[in-house]
């Protein structure tokens, strides 16, 4: 569905998980900032009095999103919504992609029946960003192509940020490789912005980043730390049924004043 140029919201609200918390985006007072508070300043500014809600939670699947985050962010008759969902579940051993679907189809429907702008966007390959996930990448080359059909069905705005080359470099992802860096939420929003005709936005978030320089004994040093930092606290959690976002809550769960 293509942009309204000039495109004017006074509410705007974040559904989604650790990405659209601002995971790997640190604010500087211990908490998270990411692409959605980004994009919620470059829009406040072309939108006086914008106010901004963000019911993400990290770890959350589409069916926890749309039990939990749905109906709180249709009680706020948004005008505009981000609705990011799916990087979780396709994560898991056990993969119901119909249901995945359905969560994420009940989701669009349900905003856009609403009257509200809804925006999604399509993920970069997670197998060029950790190669330890390359035997998912058909899962996410699949969900992405599904995505495009809900989207185009439901008129809901898509960024597809599968072929471009900037959303799969090391350097838009955190430590990781979960998480996008604060290189990849800056790149995120900006697209965003672009995909809404935001005043001042351009299409330079696409522009490639600066090739990193490294030797394969530094390559294989870098795969071995990853494995044992993150990759295998991450499977024991897996294994063990604990979730990151156990006894977290949305870090801003009411519309609130966009300070620009």
Known sequence: MPPTAGASFARFVALGDSQTEGLGDPDGHGGFRGW??????????????????????????????????????LA?????????????????????????????????TALTGLGTKVVTFTFPDIGAVAPFARPLSARVHT????????????GVTLV???????????????????????????????????????????????????????????KLNTEVRWTVQFLAPWVGRRLRGISSG??????????LPVLT
Not at 78 to 98: C, E, H, K, Q, S
Not at 169 to 177: K, L, M, N
């Open 160 to 218: 597809d940020f599968e072929p471009v080359a900037a959303a799969h470099h090391p350097r838009a992802w955190s430590d990781d490789r979960l998480h996008l860096s604060p290189v990849g939420h800056n790149i995120v929003a900006r697209a965003l912005a672009a995909a809404l005709t935001v005043p001042g936005a351009d299409d330079t978030w696409r522009d490639p980043l600066p090739p990193l320089t490294s030797t394969l004994v530094e």
């Open 76 to 108: 706020m008759r948004p005008d505009l919504a981000t609705v990011v969902a799916g990087m979780n579940d396709i994560l898991r051993p056990r993969f119901d992609r119909d249901a995945l679907l359905a969560d994420i189809d009940a989701m669009f």
């Open 246 to 255: 156990a006894g977290v809550e949305p870090k801003r769960p009411q519309l």
């Open 36 to 73: 959605a508070d980004r994009f919620a300043a470059m829009l406040g500014a072309a939108n006086p009095g914008l106010h901004y809600a963000n019911l993400a939670v990290r770890g959350r699947r589409a069916g926890e999103i749309r039990a939990e985050q749905l109906e709180p962010a």
């Open 143 to 154: 969900l992405n192509a599904d995505l495009r059909e809900l989207a185009a069905r439901r």
